[in-house]
């Protein structure tokens, strides 16, 4: 099984760009080809896990709360924050290696902050 990522609308989309181009096999959802801009958090992480898709964001804030509270009532196949000072390149090299040495067995309901 393949790990597969939701960017959530805050997340830099250079980030899923840089990742794309070093990893072209790599399924990672743009937040404007899954429609998650504009949503709640609450939908966000219902929507990635309908698609079982590790979200990706920048959300520090209100992100790890949201979660918390989805994964009460329902599994999520996990949520990864990566902080706004992180580069673009140390972003994209550590969603990589997740999405090659880890099964999304390994995310089931977990938070995760990079750098990893």
């Given at each position: 099984m393949q790990v597969l990522f939701q960017a959530d609308a805050d997340l830099?989309?250079?980030?899923v760009l840089a990742t794309l181009r070093r990893f072209p096999s790599i399924d990672f959802q743009p937040a404007t080809a899954a429609g998650v801009r504009g949503l709640a958090d609450p939908d966000v992480l219902r929507l990635a896990a309908e698609q079982g898709r590790i979200l990706v964001s920048h959300d520090q804030r209100t992100m790890p709360r949201h979660f918390a509270q989805f994964i009460v009532f329902r599994p999520s196949p996990g949520l990864l924050i990566v902080p706004q000072?992180?580069?673009v390149a140390a972003a994209a090299a550590?969603?990589?290696l997740i999405a090659t040495?880890?099964?999304?067995?390994?995310w089931v309901n977990r938070i995760a902050y990079l750098p990893i």
């Open positions: 830099n989309q250079n980030i000072s992180m580069s550590d969603l990589i040495v880890t099964t999304p067995s390994e």
